[in-house]
């Protein structure tokens, strides 16, 4: 006879995790006005589904599924409106923060803005690996492709954001 694993709690998976899915929403290319409500329909699946979770794979990467869709979703919708990243933020949008504080915001946004040429699938393949850290095989299963179709998306993920970065670097320091 098989020990069934703990039941789960909505609260404590919520708690837990809440900053893992606003992150990776982000990543996916949901703008932080709208990071919350795409939080709140993960976790509304969540809830819903939990009673079918079958520990088949971690919560984690349960909730990477979940979030990867919900995102997916997002950006489907008719009404988005995608915004336009300027050099220069509102007046009021800067706090009298620490320079620190201010170089990890600008380097959010660089890979924010990386990340926004990147395809959905390419995405979502770097952002699970690179960032979250979610074992290959879990990023496979989870986007429903083989194993060496994720680890080709994430070889051209990586040259795109490579890239990128190389123009950035050029661009600085041609100013």
């Known amino acids: 006879m098989t020990a069934s694993p703990p039941r789960l709690a909505f609260n ?8 893992f899915v606003w992150r990776v929403v982000r990543r996916l290319g949901v ?3 709208d990071a919350e409500d795409v ?5 509304v699946v969540v809830h819903r589904k939990l009673a079918d979770f079958g520990h088949r794979s971690s919560v984690r990467t ?12 997002y950006r489907r ?31 959010r ?4 803005q990386i990340l926004d040429d990147l395809d959905d699938d390419k995405r979502a393949v770097f952002v699970f690996y690179e960032i ?10 989870t986007l429903g492709c083989p194993l060496q179709t994720a680890y080709s998306r994430l070889h051209a993920a ?10 950035l670097r050029a661009k600085e320091a041609s100013r």
């Open 31 to 33: 703008p932080a006005a």
């Open 109 to 112: 946004d660089l890979l924010d």
């Open 132 to 141: 979250e850290q979610v074992p290959m095989a879990d990023i496979a299963e």
């Open 62 to 73: 349960w909730l990477y599924g979940i979030a990867y869709r919900c995102a997916s979703e």
């Open 158 to 167: 990586r040259k795109h954001v490579q890239a990128a970065a190389l123009r």
């Open 39 to 43: 939080c709140q329909d993960v976790f």
């Open 12 to 19: 404590e998976i919520y708690a837990e995790h809440l900053r």
């Open 77 to 107: 919708r008719g009404h988005v409106q995608h915004e336009l990243s300027t050099d220069q933020p509102d007046a009021g949008a800067v706090d009298a923060v620490q320079l620190e504080t201010i170089d990890r915001r600008r380097a």
